[in-house]
């Protein structure tokens, strides 16, 4: 359940609140708004217990939350949550779009990477040193030494860098590296990472699942929220349909429905979804015309020679004329690359 309290709440009034929830059993989620502050009362069965809140002179009104997922939801918090890392915004008025290879290579491929996407106008770096492959056999990805040159490349191009992390004691170490923790598709269902991620400082960015159903997607989410980390980003990456045609099928139909039952940001990453390069430019402009805030595209020189990934692989070329037109279609939309 949801505690409005009465304006203007003091400290002393949160913390008074604060500790009968702890009291209780339940865990507290504070959300201070522009005009309202609310204490989110999370917990099995927290609202048989909503007389004793009822009877605390600095609450106002107390609402249920009808969804399973609870800090997550739309109806916890009405304002839509807006990720600051550095100067960027995520959830905001600005699209953002993060670009890079699938897989870190070599250092050198990284550097030459970043340079091209940041001149066409992506403002964080993507890459993967920690890969979740099908097969036991494919590229494994370069672990703690990709992680530097990954942290290396966003220090000297002042990018910030997405990159996964495949287990629970990857989240520290990717954390110390990275500026946003990437969780992905095959892991979104892994109990155990989703709350180890939810325990980390950095923003996290949290892949749909497979064949996971937006409430499922959302309900992974709220591991992460209930530790504390209200940082998520949710990404839509295809899921399975019975459609071969293209690698996954993405269900641009999950942001409007996502962005109506939460208030955190959503990326589309159309690379993964498609599978096909040629597609991603279409994508991609159907992502922003229905809402996502950011994009995630992968981009390599040489996609031939990529280690993962590479039929998917924008050329930097094809990267650079798509975002030319993806400013137009930001721009019908309201919006700003
Ligand atoms: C990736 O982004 O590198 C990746 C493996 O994505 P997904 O988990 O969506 O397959
Ligand atoms: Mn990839």
Redesign the pocket.
């Known amino acids: 359940m949801i505690l409005t309290l009465k304006p203007p709440a003091t400290k002393k009034d949160v913390d008074a609140i604060c500790k009968k929830i702890k009291e209780l059993g339940f865990a507290p989620h504070l959300s201070k708004g522009k005009d309202v502050t609310v204490i989110g009362v999370i917990g099995q069965n927290a609202i048989l217990r909503r007389d004793v809140f009822e009877a605390m002179d600095s609450v106002a009104f107390i609402t249920p939350i009808s969804k399973p997922y609870k800090i997550v939801s739309r109806e916890f918090k009405k304002e839509n949550t807006v990720i600051k890392i550095g100067d960027i915004k995520i959830g905001g008025h600005n699209i953002v779009v993060a670009a890079g290879p ?1 897989s870190v290579e070599t250092k050198e491929l990284l550097f030459e990477i970043a340079k091209k996407v940041k001149i066409s106008g992506a403002s964080m770096i ?1 890459g ?1 040193a920690f ?2 492959r099908t097969s036991p056999y494919a590229f494994q990805g370069l672990g703690e030494r990709g992680l530097k040159y990954l942290a290396e490349v966003s220090r000297v191009m002042e990018m910030p860098v997405i990159t ?1 992390a495949m287990n629970v004691n990857q989240v520290s170490l990717v954390a110390r590296y990275a500026d946003i923790v ?1 969780i ?3 892991n979104m269902q892994n109990f155990d990472l989703l709350k180890e991620a939810g325990r980390t400082k950095k923003p996290v960015l949290l ?1 749909r699942g497979l064949s996971a159903t937006i409430e499922e997607f959302l309900m992974a989410a709220e591991y992460v929220m209930s530790q504390g980390n209200y940082n998520v980003i949710l990404c839509e ?1 295809g899921i399975r349909t019975f459609e071969t045609s293209t690698r996954f099928t993405l269900d641009l139909s999950a942001v409007p429905v996502i962005k109506k039952l939460s208030h955190l940001p959503v990326f589309v ?1 159309p690379s ?1 979804g498609l599978g096909v390069r040629e597609y991603i430019p279409a994508m991609s402009k159907a992502a922003i015309a229905c809402g996502a805030d950011g994009l ?1 595209i992968e981009v390599h020189p040489h996609p031939e020679k990529a280690l993962s990934d590479g039929p998917q692989s924008l050329l930097p070329e094809q990267f650079d004329k798509m975002m030319n037109e993806l400013k137009a279609v930001a721009r019908a939309v309201g919006r700003e690359i």
């Open positions: 699938c993507r993967g890969k979740p996964e990437q992905g598709a095959r892949k990456r990453d993964h995630i």
